[in-house]
């Protein structure tokens, strides 16, 4: 009677582990702990409000909603500035930061329920906690395959380091240099902000990457050789299965090709040299992977 009491607790609390680490994963979520992108802009600071009309207000009255005096113009696009900066740090935190909840979580899970298993004798039992294990384990495998390991985040970071962290630098120059903060216009600085804000996301970041991948190389062997360049690939060799490989030997492989139906972005696996482990299945624009596997 105690075992099967015992059992029926060890299956409860199987369940209950497995729906508290998907709690945790969406709390996390929620948080912004694992993020796919910064998240927006806030347009209210303490120099204004552009998400509000932008009425002056009349001689007499107290300051219209949303109104920017002209001296603190400057101030306010500094600020939306600053924002951005913050936002896209949480981010880039984020890149491995989801890596580290994952493993923790399910890594907790996986030997919580090891250690259990050995607890009990009857094989039944400890074959149910054990599969228990292994199902959280896959869950793991299956969460990092699916983002956090289609590229490392050193790589990402390198990408939002060479796009967004450089236009903000250039932007930030150029705000320093502004001689009347009058002439300044904050909607229009506002979507300039924009603009270099969304490069600092996960798709962004691996478009990169994938753009400075190593071009294709013709090598040279013996005979005669053909002055005749390398024909680039065309959007209807991206075929199911199709193969291209580059001078330094990485490998990609079409696992679904460009249709209508999902806005002419390819989905591959590239396989590097070297006896690097493959990569997750990723996905690019068809303009932009015909563009790196071509070569020059």
């Not at 294709?216 to 002055?227: D, F, K, R």
Request: charged share 15%.
């Amino acid at each position: 009677m105690f075992r099967i009491a015992f059992y029926f607790i060890a299956i409860y609390f199987l369940s209950c582990s497995l729906q508290g680490c998907s709690w945790w994963i969406q709390r996390m979520q929620k948080s912004e702990a694992l993020l796919t992108t910064a998240a927006p802009l806030s347009l209210k600071n303490a120099y204004g409000d552009l998400g509000q009309p932008q009425v002056a207000p009349q001689q007499g009255t107290a300051a219209a909603t949303g109104y920017i005096n002209p001296d603190d113009r400057k101030n306010y696009v500094g600020a939306v500035l600053a924002d951005s900066a913050n936002k896209c740090d949480v981010f880039v935190g984020s890149l491995s930061a989801g890596q580290r909840i994952n493993d923790l979580t399910f890594d907790f899970l996986t030997t919580t329920l090891n250690a259990v298993a050995t607890v009990f004798t009857p094989v039944t039992t400890i074959h149910a906690l054990t599969a228990g294990a292994t199902v959280s384990t896959g869950s793991k495998l299956a969460i990092n395959q699916d983002v956090y390991q289609k590229e490392t985040a050193q790589l990402l970071v390198q990408a939002i380091d060479a796009t967004y962290y450089k236009d903000y630098a250039d932007y930030a120059k150029q705000l320093e240099g502004a001689k009347d903060p009058t002439q300044i216009s904050p909607p229009l600085e506002v979507a300039n902000i924009e603009t270099f804000h969304r490069e600092c996301s996960l798709d962004r970041a691996l478009t990169y990457v994938l753009a400075n991948q190593p071009k294709a190389v013709q090598t040279s062997v013996p005979g005669p050789q053909s002055s005749t360049p390398k024909p680039a690939v065309k959007a209807e060799d991206v075929t199911q299965g199709a193969h291209f490989m580059l001078g330094d030997g990485t490998v990609y492989v079409v696992t679904q090709p460009p249709s209508a139906a999902n806005n002419q972005t390819v989905q591959f696996l590239m396989l590097p040299s070297k006896g690097v482990t493959p990569s997750g299945t990723q996905s690019a624009p068809i303009d932009m992977f015909t563009k790196v596997i071509s070569g020059p």
